[in-house]
């Protein structure tokens, strides 16, 4: 079933239950998916490859939210609540990424390949990583690189 199917049905489902954090959270989704259509020079299709890009980008944005909310504590609680459950709710759309471990294997690997030392830059590695075609998680890249090489 594609994504914009099972959406729909997730949303009647909500409604009849009157789930409201999942009803806003494929709300939230339907919207950014309508503002990438009406994006000038957007000509693709809507299909799953729009939705997966719309909600990884929408999840990334609003996982940075619940960072600046859980760093004001207690008055932002509701808030990271809210934004955990949609985080949650919408990464069974994402493609699974590599593990920590797998992702610093991947890392010490594309090390090696570029011949990288402490004085290498970051952006080599990371670059060597991220073209390597697997589905990793590139925050966490970025981590594991400055761990390896001591930045």
Not at 9 to 27: C, F, H, P, V, Y
Not at 57 to 66: D, F, H, L, P
């Amino acid at each position: 079933m594609i994504i914009a199917e099972q959406l729909k049905q997730d949303q009647i489902a909500a409604m009849r239950s009157r789930d409201k954090a999942t009803l806003n959270a494929i709300r939230s989704i339907q919207a950014e998916v309508a503002t990438a259509k009406a994006a000038p020079g957007f000509s693709g299709e809507v299909d799953d490859d729009l939705y997966v890009r719309t909600i990884a980008t929408y999840v990334k944005r609003i996982t940075k939210s619940r960072t600046e909310y859980e760093a004001i504590g207690e008055r932002g609680a509701e808030q990271v609540g809210l934004l955990t459950f949609e985080i949650d709710y919408l990464d069974r759309y994402l493609p699974r990424t590599l593990d920590e471990a797998a992702t610093r294997t991947l890392v010490i690997a594309a090390m090696a390949d570029v011949g990288a030392d402490e004085n290498t830059p970051a952006g080599k590695v990371i670059g060597a990583v991220m073209r390597s075609g697997e589905s990793v998680d590139g925050a966490l890249v970025n981590k594991i690189v400055q761990e390896e090489l001591g930045s």
